[in-house]
């Protein structure tokens, strides 16, 4: 049996979170917060729901009642993972922007970083290629946007935001998620109790994500692999097992080896045909044939696309969209994060850290 391992507190870098709504890990895309200081912190051992939701956990997933209680007795409330996990307000007359997001991560320092990470990690990135048919591109460029190779994976403790999240979801968000992080959190109380993992070790997101990839509790549960081969699962430490983690993720989720992420298109002049193709919003929905009824006009390789496609949208400010033709593995990504931006930041950072590699060889 494969042990997940996970580095002492002392070692965790500062948060790098993603958004709430993650498949892996988040949403709309990771932000950069410092951890708060937990003096304003409140244990959650006198709520009187907590007899109640611990024993349902150990119920549902075969644990410990006495285990599962003392352990959620043990996690704090936090204000700022509350905080963080709303919505930020928004400014009057501002609007998203690709241009910006992409800075935020195709940028040199990261750049950098990742040209290392896969000059360092060459031999695992072909084999994880080889096997799950996912390029170290794709792969270099989750790891970079995530945590910055590792530089970057957070400082909460996991059991504390993802109590805060299941018991005290903040009513200002768009929509109530205490659901899922009470999953997540079953998930995480059944990882550390199967790998004999302290509750109150772990660090991560304020989301309550963890390691280079930011895998959520289940994610690890049932996605992270020993690359390596060393008889445990350590996505903090072991480069290979980050590796071969993240592509066996993008597998299980539809990527289609050889097939490309995304393709040039012109997007229709008719306004009503323009709608019905952003309808599925990322979900590829439309063949190649039906784009060009639409009026949309793909580019040649588009074209010979035998798959469905949907018309991604991403807006840059004040300026007109872009936009592009996306496959089922520019999907793929977005099972990691649903995110258009986030998906085209993680292609093409990747993108141009391997052409530095090829460049420099």
Partial sequence: MTRTVFPPAALAACLVCLAATACAAGVDGPRAVQAPQTSDSTSYGARSELPAMAAGISERRGLDPAWVEATLAKARYEPSVARLIAPPPTTPGTARNWAAYRARFVEPVRIRAGVQFWRDNEPALREAEARWGVPAEIVVGIVGVETLYGRHMGSYRVLDALATLSFDFPKEARRDRSGYFRSELEHYLLLCRSRDIDPLSVLGSYAGASGMPQ??????????????????????????????????????????????????????????????????????????????????????????????LALVEVHNGDDPPSYVAGTQNFYAITRYNQSSYYALAVIELGRAIGTVVEATR
């Avoid at 995304?262 to 599925?280: D, I, Q, T, W």
């Fill in 215 to 308: 895998f959520m509790p289940s994610s690890i549960l049932y996605y992270a692999v020993d690359f390596d081969g060393d008889g445990r699962t350590d996505l903090h430490g072991s480069p290979t097992d980050v590796i071969g983690s993240v592509a066996n993720y993008l597998a299980e989720f539809g990527w289609q080896p050889g097939m490309n992420t995304h393709y040039g298109v012109n997007v229709p002049v008719e306004e009503s045909n323009r709608r019905v193709l952003l309808a599925p919003d990322i979900l590829p929905s439309f063949s190649a044939a039906e784009f060009t009824e639409r009026g949309a006009a793909l580019d040649a390789a588009g074209r010979a696309h035998q798959g469905p």
